[in-house]
């Protein structure tokens, strides 16, 4: 894959999330069915994109292992977030970089958030299988989770800001 493809993919990493969170918030808050499905594509779009990096960096970074030692940088690319002009155009900077740590990053931060996305579907449903009985420390709302959609969107976002702050070439 050429450099420009995997400084795009990089880019695009955490948009999956992010745009999750703002289509959940934004026009799906009262479906249920359509919040989770929209959190598990945004996220797992970012797994396939994380991992496509990963498997780029790792594979051409063993066929150029005493590079990585000089440069560990593999892919780095940034851009002028507040330009004022003049001497002070590049003091703020937005930009992304993938070295080896943040491509072991990658591998496990989307799979860690897929993997918490999936088990709480499951966990938010154990009230649909019980028979209706009374139960110490049961919510009082019979099984439906009035939060539904909300948890979703702020695990969009969680997930999303995680992965910012691991393409991210810096904390700013």
Request: net charge negative.
């Amino acid at each position: 894959m050429t450099q420009d493809t995997l400084t795009l993919l990089t880019w695009l990493i955490p948009a999956g999330p992010l745009l999750s969170f703002f289509l959940i918030v934004l026009l799906f808050n009262r479906h249920r069915t359509a919040s989770w499905v929209i959190a598990w594509l945004g996220i797992f779009s970012s797994l396939a994109l994380g991992w496509t990096v990963v498997l780029n960096v790792f594979f051409d970074g063993i066929a150029h292992v005493h590079e990585l030692a000089e440069h560990p940088t593999v892919i780095a690319s940034s851009v002028a977030w507040l330009p004022f002009g003049g001497d002070f155009a590049n003091w703020l900077r937005m930009g992304v970089a993938v070295d080896p740590l943040t491509a072991a990053l990658l591998f496990m931060v989307p799979f860690a958030t897929a993997m918490i996305m999936v088990y709480s579907v499951g966990y938010h449903r154990w009230s649909l299988e019980v028979e209706h009985r009374p139960v110490l420390g049961a919510p009082s709302h019979e099984g439906v989770e009035p939060l539904f959609s909300r948890f979703f969107a702020f695990m969009s976002l969680f997930g999303g800001a995680m992965l910012v702050l691991v393409v991210a070439d810096n904390l700013l």
